[in-house]
């Protein structure tokens, strides 16, 4: 078993979903649930939404330099 965070806007790069892993997560935002589903040379995955809740973590990761949720150094 092997965990991984991924995230379709994420701060670093390397966390973002491929082709396989971002169909899976559309669901996921649809159903606001778990999904499973299998992919290839992977295996079943199981993919739940995180919600970044706390105002610390927030803030923290929409005033990151790298955040992508950021318009002209402006945290969103």
Known sequence: MSLYLGSDEPINKSNLFDA?????FEEVKASGGLVFSAIEGVGVVGMFPDFASAGPCVSCHNEHDDSPKTIGGWAM
């Open 20 to 24: 396989a892993q971002m169909a899976t």
